[in-house]
């Protein structure tokens, strides 16, 4: 009989994470949005609060009531427009997980910012 599996679904992780044109990586902090076992895919988590985009980001402030859960160290923007597939291997650690309200907040914008509409005008 096999033990079920735990997931990091909706865990914070530190893993280290690709530049975006490949010539190295840093160790930097991710929410796990799906663990399939072998990979992760993860949205990445800055400190650099002066880049929030309202339209794609969550903000994570002090001020958040669930804050103390995540195991942030400081304000921090979860970036929904970086999201990647990693091995999950590469994750060096976790730092804290989620609450309810915090993951209400980023399902909204998930499905927010993914509809597909379809444009009618021909081109």
Do not use: C, W
Request: aromatic content about 6%; glycine content about 6%; hydrophobic content about 35%.
């Amino acid at each position: 009989m096999s033990t079920p599996r735990t997931t990091l679904k909706g865990k914070i992780v530190l893993i280290y994470s690709p530049f975006t044109d490949l010539t190295g990586r840093k160790l930097r902090p991710a929410l796990v949005l799906y663990d399939s076992g072998k990979d992760v895919v993860v949205a990445f988590i800055s400190s650099k609060i002066e880049k929030y985009e309202p339209e794609t980001d969550i903000l994570i402030s002090k001020s958040h009531p669930e804050f103390h859960l995540t195991g942030l160290k400081t304000d921090s923007v979860l970036k929904l427009s970086k999201i990647a597939t990693l091995y999950k291997r590469l994750i060096a650690g976790e730092l804290g997980t989620i609450g309810e309200q915090l993951r209400n907040e980023i399902n909204q914008k998930i499905i927010k910012i993914n509809i597909i509409s379809i444009n009618s005008e021909k081109t």
